[in-house]
């Protein structure tokens, strides 16, 4: 069974730094694509960064050149470092196993997701 475990949240100032991190539990986790995804209060889900096993990395607007994704196969957990946060970036951060893109869907998992971690960042 596949388990996915996020921490890091918090709250911070506008202009401060959080990493976010997630360990899986079973399953091949150097051959998972893995990825993060927020969800702003009162608005959908929506992609934030993947990196494959290969550890090409794709990020959303919104966030490149401010956030970073990488992964540690050994430890079986996956980083997402956020710098210069915005107000805007105040969400529920998931983490999710075997990512993928389709024209169709955009950025999605099929199945594994972590529970969430809240990130709030104030002016």
């Known amino acids: 069974q596949v388990q996915l475990v996020e921490s890091g949240g918090g709250s911070v100032q506008a202009g401060g730094s959080l990493r976010l991190s997630c360990t899986v539990s079973?399953?091949?986790?150097?051959?998972?694509?893995m990825g993060w995804f927020r969800q702003p209060p009162g608005k959908q889900r929506e992609f934030v960064a993947a990196?494959?096993?290969?550890?090409?990395?794709n990020y959303a607007d919104s966030v490149r050149r401010r956030f970073s994704i990488s992964r540690d196969n050994a430890k079986r957990t996956v980083y997402l470092q956020m710098n210069t946060l915005k107000p805007e970036d105040t969400a529920v951060y998931y983490c999710?196993?075997?990512?993928?893109?389709?024209?169709?869907?955009?950025?999605?998992?099929?199945?594994?997701w972590g529970q969430g971690t809240q990130v709030t960042v104030s002016l």
């Open positions: 999710a196993a075997e990512v993928y893109y389709s024209e169709y869907e955009g950025w999605t998992a099929p199945g594994f």
């Open positions: 079973g399953g091949p986790f150097s051959s998972y694509s």
């Open positions: 990196i494959e096993s290969s550890g090409s990395t």
